[in-house]
């Protein structure tokens, strides 16, 4: 009897695929074996569809606050969003109306780590996506569509699960189409991004190819109406915008700020936005807009020694791995924090002089408990000058 070689579902040939299960006469590859696995799982799970227990705010703002340092009022809002964005989906008869989220900020301030860090805490699908990476249709990379597709692959292939999901978009101030405002570094198809974007956030139903294969003809439709958006964008000289518009358009007035100042959350509206190139339709999609503030020493000197899984901690286990002790003294912190703020890069600022710091130590570190080495004090004198290897060694 000849072998067969082409899966009997989907025809595709052995080689071009990666297993092929071959029976008596009939075969099938491993990506049709997956999609009768989501539909089968769908049958079951579209009976259980409203189970899910509705989470309070103030338990996802407490768990926030774990490890997230500040940023209230952004916790606040995505709070009640993801408390309300369960019980819409519970409910049967799908009146309430969602409430996407935008939230704004300087770098480094805690955008994408509420995002990551409520993703921790969710049990419903939820993808990051970084909008830069996306383009139109058509165009090579990965399109809107695929956000979909990677939803659906969180959700075990459960069209039910993937359909009550949460994307997050993050840097979406970088699919601005060219505007008046100048730091606008990307072309055209900026706007095309956002008009894909619109349709699955408005609520549409796509095909998926369940193995993320373009050339596949089997798929599944996932209705997007009750997914839920959270976008995430830096949104650098959004202020400039905010302030000239509250202040009048006077030139005098403008260039009398400061460059990076934070945006005072009430002032943001709509207009803004579009200002700075975002298309009307899609910032009206996002009813919740949110401002993140730049973060104060004593925030930083909080994220460095408190927070779970704090910076001072990762090292700390680091230096152990080696036997040795690391500490700081209380105003190296400080020293640290204050040298952070002025780099303006956020909370990043803080791993930047850490490894300035501690890099040296680091890469001999292994020799130290040799030398009767067992601790390191780092002092306010160590911060300023950190040793050199030269010296070290010498
Ligand atoms: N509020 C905060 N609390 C605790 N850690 C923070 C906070 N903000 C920033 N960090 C630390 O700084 C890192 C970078 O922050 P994050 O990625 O959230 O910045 P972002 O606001 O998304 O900036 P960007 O606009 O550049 O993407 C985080 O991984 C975290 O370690
Ligand atoms: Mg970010």
């Given at each position: 009897?000849?072998?067969v070689?082409?899966?009997?579902?989907c025809?595709k040939?052995?080689?071009?695929?990666?297993?092929?299960?071959?029976?008596?006469?009939?075969?099938i590859?491993n990506e049709?074996?997956?999609?009768?696995?989501?539909?089968?799982?769908?049958k079951?799970n579209?009976?259980?569809?409203?189970e899910i227990?509705?989470?309070?705010?103030?338990?996802?703002?407490?768990?926030?606050n774990?490890?997230?340092?500040?940023?209230?009022?952004?916790?606040i809002?995505?709070?009640?969003?993801?408390?309300?964005?369960?019980?819409?989906?519970?409910?049967?008869?799908?009146?309430?109306?969602?409430?996407?989220?935008l939230?704004?900020?300087?770098?480094?301030?805690?955008?994408?780590?509420?995002a990551?860090t409520?993703?921790k805490?969710?049990?419903?699908?939820?993808?990051?996506?970084d909008?830069?990476?996306?383009?139109?249709?058509?165009?090579?990379?990965?399109?809107?569509d695929s956000?979909i597709?990677?939803?659906y692959?969180?959700?075990?292939?459960?069209?039910?699960r993937?359909e009550?999901?949460?994307?997050?978009?993050?840097?979406?101030?970088?699919?601005?189409?060219?505007?008046e405002?100048?730091?606008?570094?990307?072309?055209?198809?900026g706007?095309?991004?956002?008009?894909?974007?619109?349709?699955?956030?408005?609520?549409?139903?796509i095909?998926?190819?369940?193995?993320?294969?373009?050339k596949s003809?089997q798929?599944?439709?996932?209705?997007?109406?009750?997914?839920?958006?959270?976008?995430?964008?830096?949104f650098?000289?959004?202020?400039?915008?905010?302030?000239?518009?509250?202040?009048?358009?006077?030139?005098g007035?403008?260039a009398?700020?400061?460059?990076?100042?934070?945006?005072v959350?009430?002032?943001?509206?709509?207009?803004?936005?579009?200002?700075?190139?975002?298309?009307?339709?899609?910032?009206?999609?996002?009813?919740?807009?949110v401002?993140?503030?730049?973060l104060?020493?004593?925030?930083l000197?909080s994220?460095l020694?408190d927070?779970?899984?704090n910076?001072?901690e990762?090292?700390?286990?680091?230096?152990?791995q080696?036997?040795v002790?690391l500490?700081?003294?209380?105003?190296s912190?400080e020293?640290?924090?204050?040298?952070?703020?002025?780099?303006?890069?956020?909370?990043?600022?803080?791993?930047?002089?850490?490894?300035?710091?501690?890099?040296?130590?680091?890469?001999d570190?292994?020799?130290?408990?040799?030398?009767?080495?067992?601790?390191i004090?780092i002092?306010?004198?160590?911060?300023?000058?950190?040793?050199?290897?030269?010296?070290e060694?010498?």
């Amino acid at each position: 009897m000849e072998s067969v070689n082409h899966c009997s579902f989907c025809s595709k040939h052995k080689d071009t695929v990666g297993k092929l299960i071959v029976g008596h006469d009939v075969a099938i590859c491993n990506e049709c074996v997956q999609l009768c696995d989501g539909l089968l799982k769908n049958k079951k799970n579209t009976s259980t569809r409203s189970e899910i227990k509705v989470p309070n705010p103030r338990d996802i703002r407490d768990y926030l606050n774990q490890y997230v340092v500040g940023q209230d009022s952004a916790k606040i809002v995505l709070s009640v969003a993801i408390a309300n964005h369960y019980k819409r989906i519970n409910n049967p008869d799908n009146f309430v109306e969602k409430s996407n989220i935008l939230m704004l900020g300087p770098t480094g301030v805690g955008k994408t780590l509420l995002a990551k860090t409520v993703a921790k805490y969710l049990n419903v699908p939820f993808v990051i996506a970084d909008a830069t990476t996306l383009t139109e249709a058509g165009y090579v990379g990965e399109d809107a569509d695929s956000l979909i597709t990677r939803l659906y692959q969180h959700a075990d292939c459960d069209v039910a699960r993937a359909e009550r999901g949460i994307v997050f978009l993050d840097e979406v101030d970088k699919i601005s189409r060219k505007s008046e405002s100048s730091t606008v570094t990307r072309d055209v198809s900026g706007e095309g991004v956002q008009q894909a974007l619109l349709k699955l956030i408005e609520g549409t139903t796509i095909k998926i190819s369940p193995t993320g294969s373009r050339k596949s003809d089997q798929y599944v439709e996932i209705d997007t109406t009750n997914i839920l958006f959270i976008a995430g964008g830096a949104f650098i000289n959004l202020d400039k915008i905010v302030k000239t518009r509250v202040q009048g358009t006077s030139m005098g007035f403008a260039a009398q700020l400061k460059n990076g100042d934070d945006m005072v959350n009430e002032t943001v509206i709509s207009e803004d936005l579009v200002k700075y190139g975002m298309i009307p339709e899609f910032v009206g999609r996002f009813s919740n807009v949110v401002s993140l503030q730049s973060l104060t020493k004593l925030q930083l000197i909080s994220i460095l020694k408190d927070v779970k899984h704090n910076f001072i901690e990762q090292y700390r286990w680091l230096f152990s791995q080696d036997g040795v002790d690391l500490e700081f003294e209380e105003e190296s912190l400080e020293l640290i924090a204050e040298k952070t703020l002025e780099s303006k890069t956020g909370a990043r600022g803080l791993h930047t002089e850490l490894e300035r710091i501690l890099l040296p130590h680091m890469f001999d570190l292994h020799t130290y408990r040799k030398q009767s080495i067992l601790k390191i004090a780092i002092s306010p004198k160590l911060v300023n000058t950190p040793i050199t290897l030269a010296q070290e060694n010498g």
